[in-house]
């Protein structure tokens, strides 16, 4: 079983933040060429950090966004899995342990995603539902996607 760190952004290390950025920028920028200002969107300060670390580096990563920051309800965001990581349940392991946190820590009763198209199919696996047509984000085509909990 996974050892997963869970902390708001005041509690997390130095060190900790600093593996944070570094594989977001490894994914999100440097692997989908999002541009870094679209990447580090100054909402990481009101948000829930989850992580997934092996011999000190993170190999997986998300963040619990608040209702009314992003979304009317609770959302769930930049979900990663270090590329070496993929395809060994990791990210559907790491949503179940978010939507459970939610649960258990937020008032609310539906968490909201911005799914990249392609893994659509990733966030259906945890129950996740479509409730948008496709939209441009960051160049990439996504769906808007929901789940009760």
């Known amino acids: 079983m996974n050892k997963w760190i869970i902390k708001e952004y005041k509690d997390l290390l130095l060190d900790e933040l600093y593996e ?24 990481d300060n009101k948000c829930i950090h989850i992580i997934l670390k092996e011999n000190e580096a993170a190999v997986a990563y998300c963040r619990i966004v608040p209702k009314g920051i992003s979304y009317e309800n609770t959302s769930i965001g930049r979900v990663l899995v270090k590329k070496t990581h ?3 349940g990791i990210a559907q392991e ?9 649960k258990e820590n937020f008032n609310d009763d539906k968490v909201i995603l911005s799914s990249q198209l392609y893994a659509k199919k990733l966030y259906e696996s945890v129950g996740f539902t479509v409730e948008s047509d496709i939209y441009n984000e960051a160049g990439i085509p996504h769906v808007k996607m929901y789940r009760y909990i």
């Open 20 to 43: 944070i950025m570094r594989l977001r920028c490894e994914v999100f920028i440097q692997e989908q060429k999002i541009l870094c200002e679209e990447e580090l969107d100054g909402i």
């Open 86 to 88: 993929r395809r060994k």
């Open 94 to 102: 790491m949503l179940n342990i978010s939507l459970n946190y939610i």
